[in-house]
């Protein structure tokens, strides 16, 4: 669940596992549960198809994902308001069942980092002023049983090059860290609901069990 810049503009209700050419009733549920929301408030819910490069598409064959959004400005502010974006006591309630895993997949397809190579690695990043969001995590992942750390990862006036650009920082740059004995917990709640693809693919990587849809 996330919110524009403005967050009266929209919510995007939820965004859906990616397909792989499998079941696609996994849609079913979502979609009563985003058309019943969206009656409340006298709106609609959209739904769309999108390819591996996040393009859309008409045939439900050819899609890799799909995205379920609600337009609403009353339901928008019922979760965040444009200063603080999403208010405590939403992100209270995203940070326990059932929300959690989807919520948390939705912050590391955005901040977060998958690794494979040379050592298995994952880390979440937020900036300072989301201190506070990133020890609510922490704490929440702590609950499942799902070991991580909190580190400072970039000074502010800091510069990196990152995929060819140079990146200075303007502020402190922090991380979680998820230790070792928590990569498959980890991925069980949260990295099989990843959608952005390279980061999908590391994360199976930390799934023991097969997959029909694996590369090979």
Same mark, same amino acid.
């Given at each position: 669940?996330?919110?524009?810049?403005?967050?009266?503009?929209?919510?995007?209700?939820?965004?859906?596992? #990616?397909?792989?050419?499998?079941?696609?009733?996994?849609?079913?549920?979502?979609?009563?549960?985003?058309?019943?929301?969206?009656?409340?408030?006298?709106?609609?819910?959209?739904?769309?198809?999108?390819?591996?490069?996040? $393009?859309?598409?008409?045939?439900?064959?050819?899609?890799?994902?799909?995205?379920?959004?609600?337009?609403?400005?009353? %339901?928008?502010?019922?979760?965040?308001?444009?200063?603080?974006?999403?208010?405590?006591?939403?992100?209270?309630? %995203?940070?326990?069942?059932?929300?959690?895993?989807?919520?948390?997949?939705?912050?590391?397809?955005?901040?977060?980092?998958?690794?494979?190579?040379?050592?298995?690695?994952?880390?979440?990043?937020?900036?300072?002023?989301?201190?506070?969001?990133?020890?609510?995590?922490?704490?929440? %992942?702590?609950?499942?049983?799902?070991?991580?750390?909190?580190?400072?990862?970039?000074?502010?006036?800091?510069?990196?090059?990152?995929? $060819?650009?140079?990146?200075?920082?303007?502020?402190?740059?922090?991380? %979680?860290?998820?230790? #070792?004995?928590?990569?498959?917990?980890?991925?069980?709640?949260?990295?099989?609901?990843?959608?952005?693809?390279? $980061?999908?693919?590391?994360?199976?990587?930390?799934?023991?069990?097969?997959?029909?849809?694996?590369?090979?």
């Amino acid at each position: 669940m996330r919110t524009r810049t403005r967050v009266d503009e929209y919510v995007r209700y939820e965004e859906g596992k #990616a397909l792989y050419n499998t079941n696609f009733k996994l849609l079913t549920p979502a979609l009563r549960k985003a058309e019943n929301v969206a009656k409340r408030f006298n709106v609609k819910a959209t739904l769309s198809y999108r390819d591996i490069n996040d $393009k859309p598409v008409t045939r439900i064959e050819d899609a890799y994902r799909w995205r379920l959004v609600i337009y609403s400005s009353a %339901l928008a502010r019922l979760i965040g308001t444009e200063r603080e974006r999403l208010v405590q006591e939403t992100i209270d309630t %995203l940070l326990k069942p059932p929300f959690m895993g989807h919520f948390l997949a939705g912050l590391w397809d955005a901040d977060g980092t998958v690794a494979v190579r040379p050592l298995k690695s994952i880390e979440l990043y937020q900036s300072e002023p989301n201190l506070p969001l990133l020890r609510k995590i922490r704490d929440a %992942l702590i609950r499942e049983d799902i070991p991580n750390t909190i580190h400072l990862a970039e000074r502010a006036t800091g510069v990196r090059k990152i995929y $060819k650009k140079v990146i200075v920082f303007k502020e402190d740059m922090y991380a %979680l860290r998820i230790r #070792a004995v928590g990569t498959l917990k980890w991925y069980e709640l949260i990295g099989r609901n990843l959608q952005r693809p390279e $980061k999908s693919l590391h994360a199976r990587v930390l799934d023991p069990t097969p997959h029909p849809y694996a590369p090979v």
